[in-house]
Each structure stands twice: as structure tokens, then as C-alpha cells.
């Protein structure tokens, strides 16, 4: 595994232990190693994105790559400090294929056996960090997490009742926006994303103020208004 300059401790850090040798389903064999989530153990937010790319597959660490770094962008924009939140997949092997040409690895889609497959490793994550809001980054996440009838190009940004946590919501994938035609949509989609993510540190802001659970101590959430 590459170095990890983060400390992790507690439950989490053994259960991210005992996911580094999971061969539940098959990804594990053309992956460099197991994509554990990342975060304080105790993080208001949980964000859950489909599967490590290339990039994280390397470094062992979750949306450390192109999708990572906008989607760090429009946390900024809106507010939220990615050192705060808790960020993770639902899948935690990068599931992919040879380029036709040159060296790339190209990612796969991974299938529902492989999602069901690795849900122990989240449900192990929901129940240590106990998150108050959850949010699904993209269709994959969504669908795993909300049914696989939720659709994310009409429910996105919109409260989801769920055990899952108090406040559940989806919005796109980050990736989705790297894909934009051109600038100006790509402008448009970013701009709705970080309207999403906004959302997203008012419900966090809203269940903190109204929780009465004064054992569970928790950073702040995003700069004071
Ligand atoms: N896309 C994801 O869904 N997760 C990552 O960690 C990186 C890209």
C-alpha cells in the first residue's frame, strides 16, 4: 500500500484493516489495493461515490483523482471542508479494463453482485460514523443506497426519507460534470452541484442544532455564516 499520511484509529481503522484483504467478489484481482473511505469517524456528513479510479486505486486513498479534485472545488464553493466530512464508495476495488490502445485503464461499471458484494465494508462505515446526512454522489451510489429505482437526474437535491440517517440525499456524480459538452454547461452543472452541496451544509447545520445527542461530540460544520 502507498503511504497514507493520515492516522486512523478506533473501530474504523480496524474495520478498514480487515477490508485491505476482502475477495468477496472478484474486482480485488486487477486492483492495486482496497479504497477504504476516509474521514473523521465522527463526521456530521458522509458522502458515498461509486468506486476508486484510477488515481485512488494507486494511492489507496478515495477521490483523489480528477472527479476528486472538482469535487473538492465545489465543497469549497460551498462551504464544507473536506477534512470535516466522511468520504467513501460504494464499491472499494477499482473494477476496470484495458485501453485499445496504450496503457490506460478504463473504468467499468461495476454490477450489482459486486456492489451487494462490498456492502458489508459500508454498512460497517454507516454504523461506525453514524453520519446525519448522508449524501449518494451519482447513480451508482444512489441506487445501491435508495433503491434501484432512484433516479438522479429528477430527485437529485431533494430530502430522501431513509434509515440510512436522519437526512439522506442525492445529487450527481462528480465525474458527470468532467464529462460536460463544453464550458458553459460544464459552468451550468457545476454551479448546480455546489447549489446541491449547499443544501447538503443547511441539513447538516439543521440536524446538528436540533439533535439532543450530547455524547457524540462533532467538529463544526463549514465556516460560521
Ligand atoms: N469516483 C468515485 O466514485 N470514487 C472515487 O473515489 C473516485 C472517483
Redesign the pocket.
Known amino acids: 500500500m502507498s503511504s497514507n499520511p493520515i492516522a486512523f484509529k478506533g473501530v474504523l481503522a480496524e474495520v478498514r484493516q480487515a477490508a485491505r484483504d476482502c475477495k468477496a467478489c472478484d474486482l480485488w484481482k486487477n486492483a492495486t489495493q482496497t ?1 477504504f473511505g476516509e474521514g473523521p469517524s465522527k463526521s456530521v456528513i458522509m458522502f458515498v ?5 484510477d488515481l ?1 486505486d494507486r494511492s489507496g486513498r ?4 480528477p ?2 479534485k472538482l469535487f473538492d472545488r465545489a465543497l469549497t464553493e460551498a462551504g464544507i471542508q473536506r477534512s470535516e466530512v466522511y468520504v467513501t ?1 460504494v464499491v472499494k476495488h477499482f473494477k476496470w479494463s484495458p485501453a485499445e490502445r496504450g496503457k490506460r485503464r478504463i473504468h467499468k461499471k461495476p454490477r450489482y453482485s459486486e456492489i451487494q458484494a462490498c456492502r458489508p465494508w459500508l454498512d460497517a462505515e454507516l454504523r461506525t460514523v453514524q453520519p446525519r446526512v448522508l449524501v449518494c ?2 447513480a451508482s ?1 444512489a441506487q445501491a443506497l435508495l433503491g434501484r429505482d432512484f433516479r438522479v437526474s429528477k430527485d437529485r437535491g431533494k430530502p430522501v426519507d431513509s434509515p440510512l440517517a436522519p437526512s439522506v440525499i442525492a445529487t450527481v ?3 458527470s460534470i468532467l464529462r460536460a459538452q463544453d464550458e458553459e454547461s460544464r459552468r451550468t452543472q457545476m454551479s448546480a452541484f455546489v447549489e446541491d452541496l449547499r443544501r447538503v451544509l443547511q441539513m447538516a447545520r439543521k440536524v446538528k442544532s436540533i439533535s439532543k445527542d450530547s455524547k457524540r461530540s462533532r467538529t463544526p460544520m463549514g465556516k460560521t455564516a
Open positions: 479504497v461515490g461509486e468506486q476508486p479510479g485512488e478515495p477521490f483523489v483523482g472527479a476528486g464508495n454522489l451519482g451510489a456524480h462528480p465525474s
